[in-house]
């Protein structure tokens, strides 16, 4: 059964130090209810602390990005294989800044949920409209686009990935999908994982879009959203932690 699952998503921040802290108080705040999981997505040169800080604990780890390359001449990346060797359990794929920043098509990003698959990690597959696209009704036809570039590849593999639904205006905004919008866009993906193979009905949709603890129970209570992915929230212990309970 699908219970809740809370990711954060620390983007371009840290620090050696304020981590330590982080960590510390994310390990001894977290006392898992029942159903309920919590992982934090790091820069890369911090996987190593976050398997010393973690490792033994109910925090699962992983990265932002990774390769589509397993391996060779592709200066400044970082496979999957190698982010798997600091015992990260997902990687986010596809995140709207990678797509709109980095130029990442949604073939590079099934590319990428393979990989991660190929190299044992949970590919957390990112999806979302922007607000233009939304205001001219083509919210469906974009997440549905998106997610059948991964369905394509994958096949059905995709019963072991997480689908996050992130709508692009609400990320960092600080404005929020609605309950009502997000379930329904969740119900949309849902529908879609259904048709295409019954092992990824079960999928985990997690919602990401400006989640604070004071809207995280309004939306985790709706029915197709099964968990947050969290960005600026995520760096301070006490709203991440009142997320990952809500
Ligand atoms: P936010 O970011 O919570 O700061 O809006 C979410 C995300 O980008 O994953």
């Known amino acids: ?10 983007k371009m921040h840290g620090g050696l130090r304020q981590n330590d802290v982080l960590f510390a108080d994310l390990r001894s705040g977290w ?12 820069p890369f040169p ?19 990005n990774i390769s589509e390359h397993a391996t060779g001449a592709f200066t400044g990346e ?6 798997a ?62 997610l059948d570039a991964v369905l394509a590849k994958l096949g059905s593999r995709m019963a072991d ?26 119900a949309l993906l849902r529908r879609r994982l259904r048709s295409v193979d019954a092992g990824a009905a079960d999928v985990a949709l997690l919602y990401g879009g400006s989640c604070k603890p004071g809207n995280a129970q309004a939306l985790l209570a709706c029915r197709d959203v099964d968990g947050a992915l969290v960005g600026g929230a995520s760096l301070k212990a006490d709203e ?3 997320i990952a309970r809500a």
């Open 161 to 186: 990935a997480v689908l996050a639904y992130e709508p692009v205006w609400a990320i960092g905004t600080g404005l929020t999908a609605s309950p009502e919008q997000a379930q329904a866009v969740h």
């Open 78 to 83: 970082v496979s999957a294989a190698m982010v």
């Open 31 to 42: 006392n898992p209810p029942e159903g309920r999981r919590l992982a934090v997505c790091v």
């Open 46 to 64: 911090y996987l190593w602390q976050a398997q010393a800080a973690l490792s033994g604990s109910a925090i699962a780890w992983g990265a932002q």
């Open 240 to 242: 991440f932690l009142a």
């Open 85 to 146: 060797e600091f015992g990260c359990r997902y990687v986010i794929v596809g995140h709207s800044e990678r797509r709109t920043l980095f130029g990442e098509s949604d073939t590079v990003v099934a590319a990428k949920a393979a990989a991660a698959l190929a190299a044992g990690l949970t590919p957390i597959v990112c999806v979302g409209e922007t607000l233009k696209e939304r205001e001219a009704g083509s919210t469906e036809a974009v997440v549905l686009r998106q």
């Open 1 to 10: 059964m699908r219970g809740k699952l809370v990711v954060g998503n620390w």
